[in-house]
């Protein structure tokens, strides 16, 4: 989505092999003369930096162990850095006894830049082993010099075709095609916590069908950017496991942000960003829209940017509404909240709760439950995690802890 910025640029292929009498060599390589071994013709001084050689101070001797591993390291992804380049290869292994030395092993590799993000590429260099391997068990492709000279062509086509179109058709016999697709890999989402909101960033009533996983579709009518997980995860009838693991779909695909749970006790603070909010009409019109109460008329910008503005630390919601007489604008203030916290300009401020240990035995009522709340109190859980936890309002938690002499609150 927003994080992904295209694929980075594939250099080169090349198809290595164990020789039973040179050991390891570079058999085929695109582009000719982009990379140098003891067994290959100097380098063309019009090509790219050749990726093994002495100006490297790594050579393909150097590291052929890795392109052509021991069987410890085949049949899983294997990545090289050398000082230019990044070379990712799933080095294969094949058993028989018609080989020479019993086995079969080789190495399709691709080459990138060294620090470029190629984890695109890793399931299509992992299936193109896989499709060698198939070839060769069903058919010795490999093994008969016929058809695998057909492999120059074939990488020839990998290079130009994935680099240009990011895919890739290659007919290969009347069995087999090779069929490539490179896909964004984008980063694993955060945990999802009981305590936190879902807001839909799209329509997730469109988007979903009667094929959709059952629990997507039976949280979707409670994502409403109110609820936080273990609310959707009661009214849905939905064990919050299973609603927690859905909601990381959705935020791997991009459909939902997390925020917190909206109260009138909350304090938020503005971080710089909010200069883009300043400078972007499209982002101020969507902002007038997004936090006018439905049929009132909306106030001007300027006069939420200065709401926006007047949120600073120790002043929490509720007092902010009477200093700035917010209800007479027409603003809809969660909503308001909620766009500076999507855009990233608004940030949090969290209450946590810390009772030193000297402490620890002042609480003046011994009850079971209040004892339970102990655990909490070591300044590494928050309000809403704990008021989540134990089913308590902030008021009604507050109410509790003034029981507890020498309790410090931090807040962050």
């Given at each position: 989505?927003?994080?992904?910025?295209?694929?980075?640029?594939?250099?080169?292929?090349?198809?290595?092999?164990?020789?039973?009498?040179?050991?390891?060599?570079?058999?085929?390589?695109?582009?000719?003369?982009?990379?140098?071994?003891?067994?290959?013709?100097?380098?063309?001084?019009?090509?790219?930096?050749?990726?093994?050689?002495k100006?490297?101070?790594?050579?393909?001797d150097?590291?052929?162990?890795?392109?052509?591993?021991?069987p410890?390291?085949?049949?899983?992804?294997?990545?090289?850095?050398?000082?230019?380049?990044?070379?990712?290869?799933?080095p294969?292994?094949?058993e028989?006894?018609?080989?020479k030395?019993?086995?079969?092993?080789?190495?399709?590799c691709?080459?990138?830049?060294?620090?470029?993000?190629?984890?695109?590429?890793?399931?299509?260099?992992?299936?193109?082993?896989?499709?060698?391997?198939?070839?060769e068990?069903?058919?010795?492709?490999?093994?008969?010099?016929n058809?695998?000279?057909?492999?120059?062509?074939?990488?020839?086509?990998?290079?130009?075709?994935?680099?240009?179109?990011?895919?890739?058709q290659?007919?290969?016999?009347?069995?087999?095609?090779?069929?490539?697709?490179l896909?964004?890999?984008?980063p694993?989402?955060?945990?999802?916590?009981?305590?936190?909101?879902?807001?839909?960033?799209?329509?997730?009533?469109?988007?979903?069908?009667?094929?959709?996983?059952?629990?997507?579709r039976?949280?979707?009518?409670?994502i409403?950017?109110?609820?936080?997980?273990?609310r959707?995860a009661?009214?849905?009838?939905?064990?919050?496991?299973?609603?927690k693991?859905?909601?990381?779909?959705?935020?791997?695909?991009?459909?939902?942000?997390?925020?917190d749970?909206?109260?009138?006790s909350?304090?938020?603070?503005?971080?710089?960003?909010?200069?883009?909010?300043?400078?972007?009409?499209?982002?101020?019109?969507?902002?007038?829209d997004?936090?006018v109460?439905?049929?009132?008329?909306?106030?001007?910008f300027?006069?939420?940017?200065?709401?926006?503005c007047?949120?600073k630390?120790?002043?929490?919601?509720?007092?902010?509404?009477k200093e700035?007489?917010?209800?007479?604008?027409?603003?809809d203030v969660?909503?308001?909240?909620?766009?500076?916290?999507i855009?990233?300009?608004?940030?949090r401020?969290?209450?946590?709760?810390i009772?030193?240990n000297?402490?620890?035995?002042?609480?003046?009522?011994k009850?079971?439950?209040?004892?339970?709340?102990?655990?909490?109190?070591?300044?590494?859980?928050?309000?809403?995690?704990?008021?989540?936890?134990?089913?308590?309002?902030?008021?009604?938690?507050?109410?509790?802890?003034?029981?507890?002499s020498?309790?410090?609150?931090i807040?962050?």
């Open positions: 989505m927003d994080l992904f910025q295209g694929f980075p640029k594939l250099h080169a292929i090349f198809f290595s092999e164990f020789h039973p009498i040179q050991g390891p060599k570079i058999t085929y390589a695109i582009p000719d003369g982009f990379i140098y071994s003891s067994s290959s013709s100097s380098t063309n001084s019009n090509t790219s930096i050749p990726l093994f050689c100006e490297n101070t790594l050579d393909f150097a590291i052929s162990e890795y392109v052509i591993p021991k410890e390291l085949c049949n899983r992804l294997v990545i090289i850095g050398t000082k230019k380049y990044k070379v990712m290869g799933y294969v292994s094949i028989n006894s018609k080989y030395r019993n086995a079969l092993i080789f190495n399709l691709f080459v990138f830049d060294n620090n470029a993000d190629s984890s695109s590429y890793e399931q299509v260099v992992t299936k193109m082993a896989f499709i060698l391997k198939s070839l068990v069903e058919s010795n492709f490999l093994y008969n010099s058809t695998k000279q057909s492999l120059q062509n074939i990488i020839e086509q990998l290079l130009e075709d994935l680099n240009s179109y990011s895919e890739c290659i007919p290969i016999n009347e069995i087999y095609s090779i069929n490539l697709k896909f964004p890999k984008y694993n989402p955060e945990e999802v916590h009981d305590y936190q909101v879902p807001v839909s960033i799209i329509n997730l009533n469109k988007l979903s069908d009667k094929y959709w996983d059952l629990t997507a039976r949280i979707i009518p409670y409403n950017g109110v609820y936080p997980i273990k959707i009661e009214v849905a009838d939905v064990d919050i496991t299973l609603v693991i859905t909601i990381q779909h959705f935020l791997y695909y991009g459909c939902v942000k997390m925020v749970i909206f109260q009138f909350n304090i938020y603070y503005i971080k710089p960003a909010i200069r883009k909010l300043l400078k972007d009409e499209e982002m101020q019109a969507q902002c007038v997004f936090v109460k439905q049929g009132r008329i909306p106030p001007s300027a006069k939420i940017f200065s709401l926006y007047s949120l630390h120790g002043l929490t919601i509720k007092e902010w509404i700035n007489n917010v209800i007479s604008y027409n603003i969660r909503r308001l909240i909620l766009f500076g916290v855009k990233g300009f608004l940030q401020v969290h209450k946590y709760p009772l030193p000297q402490y620890q035995n002042s609480l003046i009522d009850n079971e439950n209040e004892q339970f709340i102990k655990k909490y109190l070591n300044g590494r859980h928050h309000y809403d995690e704990i008021c989540t936890k134990l089913s308590y309002s902030p008021k009604e938690l507050d109410e509790i802890l003034k029981r507890y020498g309790i410090k609150f807040w962050k």
